[in-house]
């Protein structure tokens, strides 16, 4: 098939560098329907053929069918260790505002199942009634790094094992970790302990942490998927992560997209020379914190700030500056710019205030303005064709 350059200018001169754009952070920005996952798609195929490695974080499957990629489905032949969360990131996932005891019983609960699974290895959650606070110490520091996994279904009724107190009579013995439940208390969480029951058994839980098999097919921790990928030098150089199985279910979904960013920075910063990497998401800003307290800590903008020291970049697709936060927004070098319907959307990007703030209004779908390697160009991209 005859190689087809990524975008047309308005000269009729190609533009087919697109090593250059993605050298920076990349930001495609254009109404609904303006083109930005087909200029997503061609750049991914362009990408391809120039053997750079990509990695695109789908949450809707629009990348399932991208040709010559390594490819997970959430679900189907991917999952993720909960082991990998902390305390915080599993209650944003599971959309739960705990207070600061059962935040500290939920930590406990979790290291009690790692023992279980890990050292006892029962599927059954641990009963601490009666149990020496030393043998237990001893369990606790025997959890390294490798028994990170748990079972998160059984997190409601360990939770409920972790309200123990000694006894109120002669026979009390503080040398155990407790003799009876504080039932009072059990009582006063019970409405919670419920939703996390109910939670970790729903449909989008089981498809997230579930490590069985499905369908005949080996299911793999999207860390460990991740990893290899970055690591090894495969031929297929573009890696799919479809995760559209939480496409209903958003607060889980942002958790994981910053969880793998993060992942994928630690990954680049291990190795010794690392290539350079793209990561790729679009509609960006549904997975970005609604508050901006805990936009440093998301993976997004760790990406953002700390990626170009070890070769990864990110591309972002989104409808319109203005759904991103300033702070966000100013750590994109590179712009590609659809239909924005009002000059305000425009204005908001610092690379445009030279320009005709009314010109991305005219656009025809996949037409764009290009700002990379500070120069302006109107390109036309060519949609790529499938193989
Ligand atoms: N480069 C292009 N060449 C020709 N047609 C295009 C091009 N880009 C987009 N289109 C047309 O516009 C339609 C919408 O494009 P696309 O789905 O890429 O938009 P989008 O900005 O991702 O929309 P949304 O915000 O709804 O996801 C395409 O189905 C196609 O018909
Ligand atoms: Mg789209």
Not at 93 to 113: D, M, T
Not at 319 to 332: E, K
């Amino acid at each position: 098939m005859p190689k087809q350059e990524f975008a047309i200018g308005q000269d009729g001169q190609a533009f087919d560098d697109v090593q250059a754009l993605v050298q920076r952070h990349l930001l495609i920005v254009g109404q609904t329907g303006s083109g930005k996952t087909t200029t997503t798609l061609a750049l991914l195929h362009r990408l391809q053929e120039l053997n750079h490695t990509a990695i695109v974080l789908d949450p809707t499957g629009e990348y399932r069918h991208l040709s010559h990629a390594v490819r997970y489905q959430l679900g189907i032949n991917a999952y993720l260790d909960p082991g990998h969360l902390t305390v915080d990131q599993l209650c944003q996932a599971l959309s739960l505002k705990l207070g600061p005891v059962l935040r500290e019983k939920l930590h406990s609960a979790i290291n009690a199942l790692r023992i279980q699974q890990n050292l006892v290895q029962t599927a059954q959650p641990y009963v601490k009634l009666g149990v020496p606070i030393r043998d237990y110490q001893r369990q606790l520091e025997q959890l390294g790094d490798w028994a990170r996994s748990y079972q998160p279904r059984l997190l409601a009724r360990q939770l409920v094992e972790e309200f123990i107190i000694p006894c109120t009579d002669e026979k009390v013995d503080y040398s155990l970790l407790g003799q009876d439940y504080a039932r009072q208390q059990i009582s006063q969480c019970w409405d919670t302990l419920t939703t996390i029951r109910e939670r970790m058994v729903s449909r989008e839980f089981r498809i997230l942490f579930d490590p069985d098999p499905q369908r005949g097919q080996v299911k793999t921790d999207l860390f460990f998927a991740l990893k290899m990928f970055v690591s090894q030098h495969t031929s297929r150089r573009t890696l799919v992560i479809d995760l559209s199985a939480l496409r209903r279910f958003g607060p889980a979904q942002r958790v994981v997209i910053s969880l793998l960013m993060k992942q994928l920075l630690a990954d680049q910063i291990q190795q010794v020379r690392p290539r350079p990497v793209t990561a790729v998401i679009d509609e960006a800003h549904r997975y970005l914190p609604t508050d901006l307290h805990d936009l440093s800590t998301n993976g997004i903008f760790q990406v953002l700030r700390e990626g170009r020291k070890v070769r990864l970049s990110l591309t972002l697709t989104t409808q319109s500056p203005l759904d991103l936060p300033a702070r966000l927004r100013s750590q994109f070098t590179n712009l590609l710019i659809h239909q924005l319907t009002t000059p305000e959307e425009l204005a908001a990007l610092s690379q445009t205030s030279n320009w005709d703030r009314t010109r991305a209004a005219r656009l025809d779908p996949g037409e764009a303005l290009l700002w990379c390697q500070h120069r302006l160009k109107v390109i036309r991209v060519q949609q790529a064709q499938r193989c």
